[in-house]
């Protein structure tokens, strides 16, 4: 089993940045392909970045030319670097593992989650 615990969310202003992490522990022999989702009251987990264990990255329009991840393999972690935040950036942060090596955008792709980190953006 993979474990997978994220940290770093907290209360932000508007235009504040912010650097979430995530640290995988057990099997990380078998974390590939990793990723972030968030998921705001009442909406659904929406994909926010992906990276692959060669640090291919994908992130969609929505948060693009904001947020950037990287991973140390060394230390088994991933990072959402999340400038310019906005008051509809906020949202549980969710990291997720895949023992696959292709970037994912779906949720189901993901065989390990975190239990999330709250991000609250205020204007």
């Known amino acids: 089993q993979v474990q997978l615990v994220e940290s770093g969310g907290r209360l932000v202003q508007a235009g504040d940045s912010l650097r979430l992490s995530c640290a995988a522990s057990g099997r990380t022999f078998s974390v590939n392909a990793m990723g972030w989702f968030r998921q705001a009251p009442g909406k659904e987990r929406e994909f926010v970045a992906a990276?692959?264990?060669?640090?291919?990255?994908y992130l969609p329009d929505s948060v693009k030319g904001r947020f950037a991840i990287s991973r140390d393999n060394a230390k088994n972690t991933v990072y959402l670097q999340m400038n310019s935040l906005k008051p509809e950036d906020t949202a549980v942060y969710y990291c997720?593992?895949?023992?696959?090596?292709?970037?994912?955008?779906?949720?189901?792709?993901?065989?390990?989650w975190g239990q999330g980190t709250q991000v609250t953006v205020s204007s």
């Open positions: 997720a593992a895949s023992s696959d090596g292709a970037l994912k955008t779906q949720a189901v792709q993901y065989n390990y």
């Open positions: 990276i692959t264990r060669r640090s291919t990255t």
